[in-house]
């Protein structure tokens, strides 16, 4: 699957993709940065309460970041959509932070795919990865 980098402003482009995030029988499509420095992956936590979970009821955990701050983070185990491959994954949800996109980090994102970072051409590859059980 093949991705455009998405123009921020004359000459800022990021690996911004389309993801549906799935739980039981709701969904959320929603934007997220392909984030190679990021550990896990995060949504903001209007996010969860639109898929109907119970944020607190998942495994709290902290998340920092280059800002310094730490902030409570809420895991749960979800679906995660990209370009037709669907992925389970555990998703971190905050509310410390208002982010106009998700994160997919390295494991939720990197475990499960080959990934090809083409900046000069704006393009992102990503390969599903047969080795995920």
Known sequence: MKFKYK???????????????????????????????????????????ILGLDLKKGKKGEMSGVIGKSADVYYHDIELEIGGNV?????????????????????????SYTVHFFYRKGIIELRPDVHVN
Request: charged residues 15%.
């Open 87 to 111: 992925t389970c994954a555990t998703v971190g949800f905050t509310k410390a932070y208002n982010f106009d996109y998700g994160f997919l980090g390295q494991r939720g994102m990197f475990n």
């Open 7 to 49: 123009k921020l402003a004359p000459g800022l482009i990021r690996p911004i993709i389309p993801v549906t995030l799935h739980y039981q029988e709701k969904f959320v499509q929603y934007e997220a940065l392909v984030d190679s420095g990021a550990d896990m992956c995060m949504f903001p936590a209007q996010i969860g309460e």
